[in-house]
């Protein structure tokens, strides 16, 4: 018994501290200079499918498709309390736009199995697109609920869903499986467990095991993904080879939205004029505001 | 090289029965873009009994209407609508497709995009046709997809060159509703509906709305208070001065934040979009995020204790000092002279 929820997750850039340096000239970004976080929302999604598995049972798998340091991320997940963890990452995926992403998110999605939940975060902050979801369940053929606030039941494979809309919100009735995007304040995500801390810093994904073997004559890696699978600290790794993918659908290739130019936001500059603040500046104002029409 | 045809399509919510502004905000954008590409403006209505709403895209310059018109398409489901409108875009390929950057169109346009296997930006915050060069190939008359990237600090321009359907979501509030003085004489044709097994799998058991209880965007005057203001009791001064001179009351992120003032009254990126004839900014740093949502306003006060604050920068007119003192003497001098 229980549901089966799978977890989408992204490290994305801490986008609170951005410079011009950041940008490459391509108009793409060198993530390497910056803080790398996990999206807070999609922290929020991992939490609410954790709560599905509190109250029902089941198993929670968390999946990003990044670069290979994204694995911190999945590490995180790890430590909230997530049964297994994905991390899809090829050089080849790389420069993917939201439909390059649900492509291949979608395949690995198909290739992991079946299950009753897909959750992610609304949107990533480092995009702001929130298109990565809704193009993922499309590509599955599934629903979708997007700016979810709240799971109000789930009963006889079937969930009840309290949605945000435009003034207000509804409330949605969703057969299973169904993919679900939720807003920040959905849920508060739970800490970290030191039990799993302890266990769990040391999981390591494919290209981490072959850092080692490449550091030590004496490991294979094969032997080593071995060994930490049966520690339960592999975290599985998929590539494009794992996948049945069509190149053309991926990365730079299969992304049809292309960065023409970017620009560091100046201000406009008025050159504003300096009001003093008592009565006979502020009276010269409303004078002014009077004469334009605006005040009287 | 694709071809693509020049038809720019604007889909339309509905809010209570009417046309939400963003779409006839888009429509207005929308006729734009057309003329550029000599192309018609198509507006796209889902819905049950809506034919007036189509009727109201002919005064903001669309010529044609493609009516879906069904009981089954009365309230907005995703799975419904999706498919309705991904069989009319990959029917008939438009060369653009604008969508209100709303929950509902941000929940929509990208299954859309999936599903024709198309380029999608999302919030877009303006518009341009223009020929581009891009790695050594010239294409002409795309559509410029312009808006914010990481957090507001950059402007990017985003071009699906190599696909024949161009995709935008754009903010509400950044393009301008221009009606025109007499409607276009366009025409409504209705595209037959058919129900299919997927479109009811989700059920509205549930649904609550308030409409527009606060429209910031046609106001005239917006006093706007920020975290500057310390307190709620201070946030007070900004209601009294908004009163006094008869403006809408509105915040930053931060006081919004701060629990000062309501999220329907946030103005910036993650909020509306104003440019009424006088913004009042009390108490508000300026960041990036504040000044995209309130540069183009027609006059700006800055009310400020920090002088070096980048709100000035926006600014017509700047007053630095403490807002506790300066909005009671604005109130006392305006009263005064205005009696």
Redesign the interface.
Known sequence: MGYKSIVLVKQV?D??N?SGQV?KED?T?NRSLLPAIFNHEDRVALEMALQIQDNHGGNVSVITMGPPRASDVLRECLFMGADDAYLISDRKFAGA???AT?YVLSEAIKKIGSFDFIFAGRQA???????????T???L?I?????AQEIVSINNNKV?IKK????????????LP?LVTVLKDAVFPRPYKAKRVMAYKNAKTLMELEKLTEDNSLLYIDQLKYEYMSKHLYINTITMDDLKLDVERCGVAG???????????V????K????????I???T???K??E?H??? | MVTRNNDVWVFIEQ?GGKP?DVSLELLSKGRKLAQQLNGRLKAIVIGFNAESIAKETFRYGASEVLLADHKELEHYR??TY?RVLSELVDKYRPGVVLFGA???G??L???I???I???????CTDLQISD?K?LRNEYKNLL??IR????????????????DVQMATVREGVMRLEPLEIPVNGKITLVPYQPST?DS?????????????VNLKSA??IVAGGYGLGTKENFKLVQELAAT?GGEVAGSRAAVDAGFVTPDRQVGQTGVTVRP??YIAIGISGA?QH??GM?ES?????INSDPEA?I???????????AA??IP??I???KQ??R
Do not use: C, W
């Open positions: 850039p986008t609170a951005i940008m108009g970004v736009d939201t439909l649900s902050i480092d995009g702001d697109t929130a298109q990565v979801g809704p193009q369940a499309e590509k053929g629903p979708q609920i997007t700016y009840l945000k809309i435009e003034g207000g919100y509804e409330i949605l009735e969703s057969p169904v992304s049809p939205t292309k960065v023409h130019k970017i620009e560091s936001v201000l406009t500059g008025n504003h004029e300096h009001i003093e603040p008592n009565k500046g502020i009276g104002l409303i004078d505001l009077m334009d605006i005040f009287g | 809010r939400a995703t799975m999706s709303t929950i509902t941000r929940d346009a990208p299954r995009a999936s599903f296997k198309s380029g999608l930006t999302a919030d581009v891009y410029l997809q914010p990237a990481f957090g507001g600090n950059i402007i990017a321009t985003i071009i699906s060159p190599e696909v997927l799998v989700i059920k509205i058991i549930e649904q609550h709305r308030q409409e527009n209880k005239p005057i001179i004839k006088l990036i000044r995209a540069q027609n006059k700006i006060i800055a980048p000035f920068g926006v600014a017509h007119y700047g007053i630095v000092g403490d003192q300066i003497t604005f006392n001098v305006f002279k205005l």
